[in-house]
């Protein structure tokens, strides 16, 4: 809330108020530049959004009938990847929405349509929840993918409709996506979605025709393990819509992988490009060289063709959870990783 302490007139409080705005903007502006450094990302014509209309449809959610509002003019994402499907879907955005408050996030990932971000500004909201924010953000309509946490499924709808599903449940995002997007009453805007990733999956398949009998495998590396699945199923979609081997390992236990030890790592010997996830900024950066220099004094590892060659690519982790625009990011990793 802003208090004025002395009169002023209209002209001189609406200027104050411009000033306001418009260094609010530099300064989220700054920490998207800190948070993404020399990073840019391909961006597409997202679907103008839906104005705000009266009107209430009954709809039958994951968790329970709703009566939800048909055109929302605030809507509210409760987990990063819940803001870029509005977006994409034509849903108006609230003036704040959450991104994750941990992991070198100051503002939304650097892949988002950031055009329709111009003027709303972020608060941390994972893994602490913050509800106060989302009350003063004034939603009048809630897309929580979450789910799976009864507090976060009870306590919203006492702040706005909200239409709630678990998009973590091991399915693929997508699915979670159409789904979400038919029950609003927004499958056009999905297709119109689905129709730009499968040109650019046409154009990428091109750009890579070189490296088409790829072996490529989704790895990660923590508590002293290599891990290789496909959660979420962002990269093993792209990797199969790309008709790029996967390594069979990361498809083993429907897509849940498998979990190796530092001294079997011979069991990724096939592998020609390993896709790896890291946080955002220069820090993170620089943690990744680390975890490389750590790898690499494991000899098994070290004369693996794909770290000879200098295949382990690095990758935003905002991507893998799931959401339009990263599933077009990954999309344009690949495109790079395998078109050079």
Do not use: M
């Given at each position: 809330m802003i208090v004025f302490h002395s009169p002023r007139t209209i002209k001189t409080v609406l200027a104050s108020l411009a000033l306001s705005v418009s260094l609010a903007q530099a300064a989220v502006a700054q920490e998207a530049s800190a948070q993404c450094g020399a990073a840019s990302a391909a961006q597409y014509e997202v679907p103008a959004p839906v104005p705000a209309a009266d009107g209430t449809v009954n709809v039958e959610t994951p968790f329970g009938a709703a009566e939800l509002p048909t055109a929302p003019g605030r809507a509210l994402g409760m987990y990063t990847t819940d803001v870029d499907i509005l977006i994409w879907l034509g849903f108006p955005l609230a003036s704040q929405q959450p991104i994750r408050?941990?992991?070198?996030?100051?503002?939304?990932?650097?892949?988002?349509?950031?055009a329709a971000l111009a003027n709303v500004t972020a608060f941390g909201n994972y893994p602490e929840y913050n509800f106060e924010q989302i009350l003063l953000a004034e939603p009048d309509f809630?897309?929580?993918?979450?789910?799976?946490?009864?507090?976060?499924?009870?306590?919203?709808p006492q702040i706005a409709p909200t239409y709630s599903l678990?998009?973590?449940?091991?399915?693929?995002?997508?699915?979670?996506?159409?789904?979400?997007?038919?029950?609003l009453g927004r499958l056009e805007q999905y297709e119109a979605w689905y129709a730009i990733y499968l040109q650019r999956v046409a154009e990428v398949r091109e750009l890579i025709k070189a490296n088409a009998d790829a072996i490529v495998a989704p790895v990660s590396y923590w508590d002293g393990k290599f891990n290789s699945g496909?959660?979420?199923?962002?990269?093993c979609t792209v990797f199969n819509d790309l008709g790029l081997t996967i390594y069979e390992g990361a498809l083993e236990k429907d897509g849940e992988g498998v979990e190796i030890a530092p001294e079997g790592v011979s069991a990724f010997k096939d592998i020609d490009y390993v896709f790896t996830t890291i946080g955002v900024g220069e820090t993170a950066l620089a943690e990744h060289a680390t975890q490389m220099a750590e790898l690499n004094k494991n000899p098994l590892w070290a004369q693996l063709d794909f770290v000879k060659q200098g295949h382990v690519v690095p990758y935003e982790m905002e991507i893998v959870y799931g959401s339009p625009s990263g599933q077009l990011a990954f999309l344009e990793v690949v495109a790079e990783a395998l078109g050079q």
């Open positions: 408050g941990d992991s070198g996030y100051t503002t939304f990932p650097c892949f988002f349509p950031q809630i897309l929580n993918g979450l789910g799976y946490d009864t507090e976060v499924n009870e306590r919203l678990n998009a973590y449940d091991g399915s693929s995002w997508q699915d979670h996506f159409q789904k979400t997007a038919t029950d496909c959660y979420t199923s962002v990269q």
